[in-house]
């Protein structure tokens, strides 16, 4: 995607979002009218669409292939991951993600075997979206994007910056050959998630709610590495409340705020 | 005569340390034992949805204190709810979690369990104990017990995976179905699903 066409993509997302009045009470999600559409648009594409596919693919190719396949993604992904590391201020973490990416490249043949998380370099999970939440930018309100699902103003912008800044597909020139690669990753990804519907369908008494509420607190999870602080036992809608650094949902995208030192942030190597 | 005593006071030291064993300790042995079973029942594996919440019933319930779980997931409202209704909504509730902990557990396979090793202190009575769900392929999941000590052993009051706790991400749900129609209106609402959900399995 070119600058330019995102940048309109996001704004155009923007002003149609921004002409729909709110609807639920979730002060997180002012754009709950248009956020179900686009929720029952996406639950239809994936029914008719990407689940057959997944559930094809999860029955042709068998598992260890399906790994070598996960793996293969998850090495591309480690160069970034581990600049949004640097980003964040681990330094020991990012360049763990370095020398995941330099081990398995090699040693596990362009990424195919997970060679590093067997010599106990672990694998992990940043982006974008994530590293600004660490400086301090509040979610913004809660957003459900076409295709890409869940997400938030805050983390679409993650999301743009991650495709404009890391996009090692724009390296291959054949056009068909990168299609089928970006095909492969979304089926590869879908499969893993095979299952994991089925119990959001038997737990939730409304799908939507408990989508986004799960999101919500994954994210917020991430941005802590794993160790949110625990919310009270008793208070009220625990989304909104203020818990910490980059969790007011009140505080713009723009708003950024370099994180106080003296806020209670994880240790970093635990 | 004096023997009888002896055995009186052993069982019941016995019995005191089946309740006192350390939370990681029961949740290792509680897991292993279920799963074990659940990867070798071959009605479970072929998808008999009432085994697999035959078997939660018996292993996992009693070490889970769905009172609490409830009072977690109502938020504030659970003060003003009277005796009966605390029951009822614990009861649904805890229909509803069996059901989808069961069928989470039923797609258990390939997977492998870690636990993580338990940060306590000897006084502590509000521990986690960490485990990680290892799948080849896809990364790892964690799954958190938080669990507290009471009269009768250590029980697991919510239930984190992949960081988010599945008791406070019914609270927003919760909470609606409270305004729309007070708690009498979400025990309802509960019950349907839950019938719901028998409905469909058979």
Redesign the interface.
């Given at each position: 995607m070119k600058i330019r066409e995102s940048g309109f993509l996001l704004l155009s997302l923007l002003l149609v979002l921004s002409g729909c009045a709110s609807t639920g009470?979730?002060p997180t999600d002012p754009w709950e009218g248009v956020n179900r559409k686009v929720f029952v648009f996406n639950d239809k594409l994936d029914t008719y669409a990407l689940k057959p596919v997944a559930q094809g693919y999860q029955a042709v190719t068998p598992?260890?292939a399906?790994?070598?396949?996960?793996?293969f993604f998850?090495n591309v992904e480690d160069v970034w991951i581990g600049v949004n590391n640097l980003l964040q201020g681990k330094p020991k973490d990012g360049a763990s993600d370095f020398g995941r990416f330099a081990v398995n490249s090699t040693i596990g043949i362009l990424g195919f075997f997970d060679i590093a998380s067997e010599i106990g370099l672990e694998?992990h999970?940043e982006d974008f979206g994530q590293t600004l939440g660490r400086w301090g930018v509040g979610d913004g309100p809660y957003m459900v994007l076409p295709l890409f699902g869940s997400s938030t103003v805050r983390d679409t912008g993650g999301m743009i910056v991650d495709r404009l800044t890391y996009n090692p597909n724009s390296l291959i020139k054949r056009i068909p050959v990168r299609n089928g690669l970006t095909a492969t990753k979304v089926v590869n990804l879908r499969a893993?998630l095979l299952?994991a519907e089925?119990?959001l369908d038997?737990?939730?008494?409304?799908k939507y709610?408990?989508m986004r509420?799960?999101h919500l607190?994954?994210r917020?999870?991430?941005i802590?590495d794993?160790r949110?602080p625990r919310?009270d036992?008793?208070?009220?809608?625990?989304?909104v409340e203020p818990q910490g650094p980059g969790m007011l949902s009140q505080r713009g995208l723009f708003d950024l705020v370099l994180v106080d030192a003296s806020s209670p942030m994880p240790v970093d190597g635990e | 005569m004096f023997k009888s005593l002896l055995c009186v006071v052993l069982s019941v030291f016995a019995v005191q340390a089946m309740a006192q064993e350390a939370p990681d300790v029961l949740a290792r042995s509680v897991m292993t034992d279920v799963l074990e079973i659940v990867k070798t029942d071959k009605a479970i594996q072929a998808g008999d949805q009432k085994r697999i919440i035959d078997l939660v019933e018996a292993k996992v319930v009693k070490h889970f204190d769905f009172q609490h779980m409830t009072?977690?997931a109502v938020?504030?409202e659970?003060?003003s709810a009277s005796a009966e209704q605390k029951t009822a909504l614990a009861a649904e509730f805890q229909t509803?979690?069996v059901?989808?902990y069961s069928?989470?557990l039923a797609?258990y396979k390939?997977q492998t369990i870690d636990f993580k090793p338990l940060r306590m202190q000897a006084a502590d009575t509000d521990v986690i104990v960490r485990t990680e769900i290892k799948q080849?392929?896809?990364?790892p999941v964690?799954i958190d017990y938080d669990m507290e000590k009471k009269a009768d052993g250590w029980k697991v009051y919510d239930v984190m995976v992949?960081?988010?706790?599945l008791v406070?991400?019914?609270?927003?749900?919760f909470?609606?179905?409270i305004?729309a129609g007070g708690i009498d209106g979400l025990i309802k609402?509960?019950r349907e699903?839950n019938k719901q959900?028998e409905a469909g399995k058979k």
């Open positions: 009470g979730n598992l260890p399906r790994t070598n396949i996960s793996n998850g694998k999970d893993q299952g089925r119990a038997e737990a939730a008494l409304d709610v408990f509420n799960f607190q994954r917020r999870s991430l802590y794993g949110p919310e036992d008793f208070s009220a809608a625990p989304l | 009072a977690l938020g504030r659970w003060r509803l979690l059901r989808s069928n989470a797609q390939n080849p392929g896809a990364k964690a992949a960081g988010v706790s406070t991400n019914y609270r927003e749900t909470s609606q179905e305004k609402s509960l699903k959900l």
